[in-house]
């Protein structure tokens, strides 16, 4: 077995070291479908030992290096797809959902045998032999469903998190290490990009969940965003049975998700705080920034104090901005 192991190392650090330079569109489909190649070669691999005699130890080693490959096919498949033509994506993103239909399945067949190994194992010594088989993890063959893709849009992520949720993360006779692989299956665009130097690894799938959570479930920015959804609802007057109805469902929405994260604007939403968005909104963006930055680093909900403190420091930051830059010009020297 060790020397299937310096194998699968040289095979995953040969191909890393060889296209970790590679920039070019060809290079990035070479790069793509060696790391095909090889992820394509340890889902046989586990699949092969998954179904002959169990070697345990060989199939904890081949899902570790069969994480750490999935990671660096992860990162080329992106690549990959930024550098196609929009008309070749979708062929391209269907051959790779049914290969990782196939590593989800894989997978899922290597954790069920180690969690009935590490069972078996605690059973000999702790339960008399009739309640060996009642263990939970014994008999898992639930299948996962098919699931969403979370791009980072903020107002998307508690629908996404609490499939996923149901389907994966609660469930007790899955590894970590495959939790996390169908989590970086689901994701794409900027909550790819947020785990993107995170290894698939079993240690790192709690902080990358609390990561995402960190980045896109802020229950203020969340409040901002419904709130500006609200105030965009159309100016026109509402017309007919139809456009009250379309005006009921633009609101319900926005207001039924408020109430969920606990900021029911009848009771828990003050008026300035209603209005805070909309204010900001009139600032240039890097005062934006700013301000939302502050916010950030505050556990409290910005009152309107707070933010009439803040556009006074703004202000007197850009007086002295402009009279440092006046006091230059005059010390400069003139032919």
């Known amino acids: 077995m060790d020397a299937t192991s310096d194998t699968t190392?040289?095979?995953?650090?040969?191909?890393n070291d060889s296209?970790?330079?590679?920039?070019?569109?060809?290079?990035?489909t070479r790069t793509y479908?060696?790391?095909?190649?090889?992820?394509?070669?340890?889902i046989d691999r586990l699949q092969g030992l998954c179904a002959?005699?169990?070697?345990?130890e060989a199939i904890r080693e081949a899902t570790k290096t069969l994480g750490r490959t999935t990671q660096l096919f992860f990162e080329s498949r992106q690549r990959y797809l930024d550098s196609l033509p929009e008309e070749e994506r979708d062929p391209a993103i269907m051959e790779f959902d049914e290969l990782i239909d196939k590593l989800q399945t894989t997978q899922l067949q290597a954790d069920e045998l180690l969690a009935t190994a590490e069972t078996?194992?605690?059973?000999?010594?702790?339960?008399?032999?009739?309640t060996k088989n009642n263990n939970r993890k014994t008999n898992s063959t639930r299948p996962i469903p098919?699931?969403?893709t979370f791009d980072g849009e903020i107002?998307?992520?508690?629908?996404?998190?609490?499939?996923f949720s149901a389907a994966v993360h609660r469930r007790e006779d899955l590894e970590d290490v495959t939790k996390f692989v169908h989590l970086r299956s689901c994701l794409a665009g900027a909550a790819l990009h947020a785990i993107s130097g995170v290894t698939t690894a079993v240690e790192n799938y709690p902080a990358v969940v609390q990561l995402l959570h960190d980045r896109f479930y802020r229950v203020s920015d969340i409040l901002d965003a419904h709130i500006l959804k609200i105030f965009s609802v159309t100016k026109e007057v509402v017309k007919g049975k139809e456009g009250l109805l379309a005006l009921h469902d633009k609101l319900y929405g926005p207001l039924l998700e408020l109430k969920a994260i606990g900021r029911d604007l009848d009771t828990a939403v003050s008026g300035f705080r209603m209005a805070l968005p909309q204010l900001v909104s009139q600032l240039p963006k890097n005062i934006q920034s700013r301000w939302k930055g502050q916010c950030g680093?505050?556990?409290e909900e910005p009152t309107s104090q707070t933010f009439l403190d803040f556009l006074a420091e703004q202000a007197r930051c850009a007086v002295d901005l402009v009279q440092s830059t006046q006091g230059k010009r005059i010390s400069s020297p003139h032919a």
């Open 120 to 130: 078996s194992s605690s059973a000999e010594i702790t339960q008399p032999p009739a």
């Open 19 to 28: 296209t970790r330079n590679m920039t070019s569109p060809r290079s990035r």
């Open 9 to 15: 190392s040289d095979r995953t650090s040969s191909t």
């Open 52 to 56: 002959g005699p169990t070697d345990i």
């Open 146 to 148: 098919k699931l969403p």
């Open 297 to 299: 680093k505050s556990a």
């Open 155 to 163: 107002l998307q992520f508690k629908a996404f998190w609490d499939q």
């Open 33 to 42: 479908d060696a790391e095909g190649s090889v992820l394509k070669y340890w």
